[in-house]
């Protein structure tokens, strides 16, 4: 089976800079993504990252360590739209390519 | 962008009864479709993934005969609940993903479905 393990909540200033953590455990890893979701909202894309590394899309960053299992995505330059639940999904190909999802992760954003 | 619509945003019916949910692949062509439910506060749980043409895969603990899925073309695919009960009241949410490689699924805006 897969498990992800990201913090449930967040708490941040305005203008700062935040970093959510992912660890995952999963047979068949293909590459790890980030989706951000508002309050009634579907999910949307944030990042992709299939090889070790930071990579950059304005002003979030999403970095992933193979070896440790682990991702991160860096929300910098906080605005208050921003708040929104941020989750990590792994994709794995075993015998279909599908995505799982994590908990999630509560952002709240303080002005 | 690519878009994904779903039909209907919300619905209400009365237990034992079925609903019918549509997503459809708006301005590309979905080889995979796959299909979510979501309590509230609570993550996505995968409940299936279908590929145009053939049956569906189910993820364990999801009834397929509960929850039956098609997709018959590339660009749609619905789910029907089957005698619905107030426990299946829930968010449902499609997403697709196109041929080539591509890893990235869009989501369609959701389906509240509440059932009395």
């Known amino acids: 089976g897969q498990s992800l393990e990201q913090p449930s909540e967040v708490t941040a200033v305005e203008g700062a800079i935040v970093q959510i953590n992912c660890t995952y455990q999963?047979?068949?890893?293909?590459?790890l993504s980030w989706y951000q979701q508002h309050d009634g909202g579907a999910p949307t894309f944030l990042s992709y990252?299939?090889?070790?590394g930071l990579e950059e899309t304005g002003r979030f960053s999403s970095f992933l360590s193979r070896s440790d299992s682990y991702g991160y995505l860096l929300l910098q330059e906080l605005q208050m739209k921003d708040s929104a639940s941020y989750f990590c999904?792994?994709?794995?190909?075993?015998?279909?390519?599908?995505?799982?999802f994590g908990k999630g992760t509560r952002l709240h954003i303080l002005p | 962008g690519a878009v994904v619509s779903q039909h209907p945003s919300w619905v209400i019916c009365k237990s034992g009864t079925s609903v019918k949910i549509e997503c459809r692949s708006l301005?590309?062509?979905?080889?995979?479709m796959f299909w979510y439910r979501q309590f509230p506060k609570q993550s996505l749980m995968l409940m299936a993934t279908?590929?145009?043409?053939?049956?569906?895969?189910?993820e364990q603990g999801v009834e397929k005969d509960k929850f039956l899925i098609n997709h018959a073309s590339l660009t749609l695919s619905t789910l029907t609940v089957t005698s619905a009960h107030p426990e299946d009241s829930s968010f449902y949410i499609c997403?697709?993903?196109?041929?080539?490689?591509?890893?990235?699924?869009?989501f369609g805006p959701g389906t509240r479905l509440t059932v009395t």
């Open positions: 999904a792994v994709r794995v190909m075993n015998r279909d390519d599908k995505i799982i």
């Open positions: 301005d590309f062509q979905a080889t995979t």
């Open positions: 997403s697709a993903r196109g041929g080539g490689g591509s890893y990235e699924q869009y």
């Open positions: 990252n299939a090889l070790d």
């Open positions: 279908s590929n145009e043409g053939s049956k569906a895969t189910y």
């Open positions: 999963t047979s068949g890893f293909y590459g």
